[in-house]
C-alpha cells in the first residue's frame, strides 16, 4: 500500500523550532519529489516546500523562505521539514504529498496523488 | 509567484445537478493545473492533473478543461460524496501555489 505517515508535530514556542517527518512506503521513493502543504484551522491549503528525488533542489514559499528547511534520507524513505524561527501564523496542520517523479530522466508532474494524514503544529507561548 | 483566483467562493446547489468552478492564474501556467477535492477532516484528495486528465479511480462525472490561465472544473451531476471543498492547483519551476477553494454546498 502506498502511503505516507507524518510525525513531529506539537507545540512550538514563538521563536522555537520543531521537526517534522514523513516516512513513506509502497512506493519507489527515490523517484519522487516531495512536497509538504499546510491548513491552519478553517483556512485553505497552503503550499509550503519541496524537493527533488535526489535532494539536490529545494524551493519554498515566501512565507517560510529563511526559516523552514526541508531535506530527505533515501536510505530510510523519509522527508524533514525543519522548521525555525515559529511564529503564530505557523499553526496548521501540515501535510506531506508525492509530487514529480523521475521517468526515463524526465521530470513527470500528474498532481500531488498521494497524501498523508497530517500532524499539528501550535505555535503559541 | 503565479496568484490563482477561484470562483465562486460557495456554489449551493442540490444532488443531481450540475456544478461548474471556475480557477484564474495570474500568468500561463501551461497546463500544469489540478484540483483536488477536500471533506472535512481528511486530506486533500487529486481529482484532475494536467488541466483535464482524470487521476486514478476518480469518476468520469468529474472533468476539467482550460488553457493558459482559464480554467473549468465540472461535475456534470452530484453526487452526496461530491459536497466539498474544491482547490485548483498550479506548479511551476519555483513553486506551486493553490487557489482559495470554492465550496460546494448542499
Known amino acids: 500500500e502506498v502511503q505516507m505517515v507524518e510525525s513531529g508535530g506539537g507545540l512550538g514556542q514563538p521563536g522555537g523550532s520543531l521537526r517534522l517527518s514523513c516516512v513513506a512506503s509502497?512506493?519507489?521513493?527515490?523517484?519522487?519529489?516531495m512536497h509538504w502543504v499546510r491548513q491552519a484551522p478553517g483556512k485553505g491549503l497552503v503550499w509550503v516546500s519541496r524537493?527533488?528525488?535526489?535532494?539536490?533542489?529545494?524551493n519554498y514559499a515566501d512565507s517560510v523562505k529563511g526559516r523552514f528547511t526541508l531535506s530527505r534520507d533515501n536510505a530510510k524513505n523519509t522527508v524533514y521539514l525543519q522548521m525555525n524561527s515559529l511564529r503564530a501564523e505557523d499553526t496548521a496542520l501540515y501535510y506531506c504529498?508525492?509530487?514529480?517523479?523521475?521517468?526515463?530522466?524526465?521530470?513527470?508532474?500528474?498532481?500531488?496523488?498521494?497524501w498523508g494524514q497530517g500532524t499539528t503544529v501550535t505555535v503559541s507561548s | 509567484e503565479i496568484v490563482l483566483t477561484q470562483s465562486p467562493a460557495t456554489l449551493s446547489l442540490s444532488p443531481g445537478e450540475g456544478a461548474t468552478l471556475s480557477c484564474r492564474a495570474s500568468q500561463s501556467v501551461d497546463t500544469y493545473l489540478a484540483w483536488y477535492q477536500q471533506k472535512p477532516g481528511q486530506a486533500p484528495r487529486l481529482l484532475i492533473y494536467?488541466?483535464?486528465i482524470r487521476a486514478t479511480g476518480i469518476p468520469a462525472r468529474f472533468s476539467g478543461r482550460g488553457s493558459g490561465t482559464d480554467f473549468t472544473l465540472t461535475i456534470s451531476s452530484l453526487e452526496p460524496e461530491d459536497f466539498a471543498v474544491y482547490y485548483c492547483q498550479q506548479r511551476s519551476n519555483v513553486g506551486v501555489t493553490f487557489g482559495p477553494g470554492t465550496k460546494v454546498d448542499i
Open positions: 504529498a508525492r509530487g514529480e517523479f523521475i521517468w526515463n530522466r524526465q521530470v513527470l508532474y500528474r498532481g500531488m496523488d498521494v
Open positions: 494536467d488541466v483535464s
Open positions: 524537493i527533488n528525488s535526489d535532494g539536490s533542489s529545494t
Open positions: 509502497g512506493f519507489t521513493f527515490n523517484s519522487y519529489w
